[in-house]
């Protein structure tokens, strides 16, 4: 399914598509991440196979995808990083059959030789999916909380998700890790959406 594919490199801190000589737009944006890592662009053939991952349980392309993840993360984060996947509610969990995000971040963290931990703890809500951009952006902060036990404080931290698109989502799960006292966080995804083209 991924026949064709390359990976592609995005900007260093919000993981958009860069335009060669031109500024990305981010410039003027302060994230509570220190590095966006990606696979490429939120288009087919990735965007199929993350689909199909997500809502018809496909674990052995959502393994294949957070192997290609693992083997980006290996060399730009620091030894001592720990692998913690963006949580999903329990209601969507049990529906879909699957926690993709957390496949992929188990995947990610052998291919990486790096541990995963599930730290974090996610409310009951509206998938982001459902959401236009600007409903995206109203995520509740005290959306997240830490797990109990969650041993995170003093550690560098690589946030796991599928897509990244307003960001929102990383944010208050960074947020969440920073105030629980970690070193650093850094974010990597599967595929980050296009940059809609400015007018």
Same mark, same amino acid.
């Given at each position: 399914?991924?026949?064709?594919?390359?990976?592609?490199?995005?900007?260093?801190?919000?993981?958009?598509?860069?335009?060669?000589?031109?500024?990305?737009?981010?410039?003027?944006?302060?994230?509570?991440?220190?590095?966006?890592?990606?696979?490429?662009?939120?288009?087919?053939?990735?965007?199929?196979?993350?689909?199909?991952?997500?809502?018809?349980?496909?674990?052995?392309?959502?393994?294949?995808?957070?192997?290609?993840?693992?083997?980006?993360?290996?060399?730009?984060?620091?030894?001592?990083?720990?692998?913690?996947?963006?949580?999903?509610?329990?209601?969507?969990?049990?529906?879909?059959?699957?926690?993709? *995000?957390? %496949?992929? $971040?188990?995947?990610?963290? #052998?291919? +990486?030789?790096?541990?995963?931990?599930?730290?974090?703890?996610?409310?009951?809500?509206?998938?982001?999916?459902?959401?236009?951009?600007?409903?995206?952006?109203?995520?509740?902060?005290?959306?997240?909380?830490?797990?109990?036990?969650?041993?995170?404080?003093?550690?560098?931290?690589?946030?796991?998700?599928?897509?990244?698109?307003?960001?929102? *989502?990383? %944010?208050? $799960?960074?947020?969440?890790? #920073?105030? +629980?006292?970690?070193?650093?966080?850094?974010?990597?995804?599967?595929?980050?959406?296009?940059?809609?083209?400015?007018?």
């Amino acid at each position: 399914m991924l026949a064709g594919f390359e990976q592609t490199d995005g900007c260093y801190w919000c993981g958009k598509e860069v335009v060669t000589y031109e500024k990305c737009a981010c410039n003027e944006r302060h994230a509570p991440w220190s590095r966006v890592i990606r696979l490429g662009n939120y288009e087919p053939p990735l965007s199929e196979c993350i689909l199909s991952g997500k809502y018809a349980a496909w674990d052995v392309g959502l393994e294949y995808l957070g192997a290609m993840l693992g083997h980006q993360i290996r060399g730009c984060v620091p030894p001592n990083s720990i692998l913690v996947p963006v949580p999903m509610p329990l209601s969507r969990r049990f529906f879909r059959g699957i926690n993709h *995000t957390k %496949e992929l $971040a188990l995947h990610a963290s #052998r291919a +990486a030789r790096m541990p995963m931990r599930c730290s974090l703890w996610r409310r009951e809500g509206a998938p982001q999916a459902s959401k236009t951009a600007s409903a995206r952006l109203k995520m509740k902060h005290n959306s997240m909380l830490m797990r109990p036990l969650a041993r995170v404080r003093g550690k560098n931290i690589v946030l796991i998700d599928d897509v990244l698109t307003t960001g929102k *989502t990383i %944010e208050i $799960a960074s947020n969440t890790l #920073r105030r +629980a006292g970690v070193v650093s966080v850094r974010v990597a995804v599967v595929a980050v959406t296009k940059m809609p083209k400015k007018r």
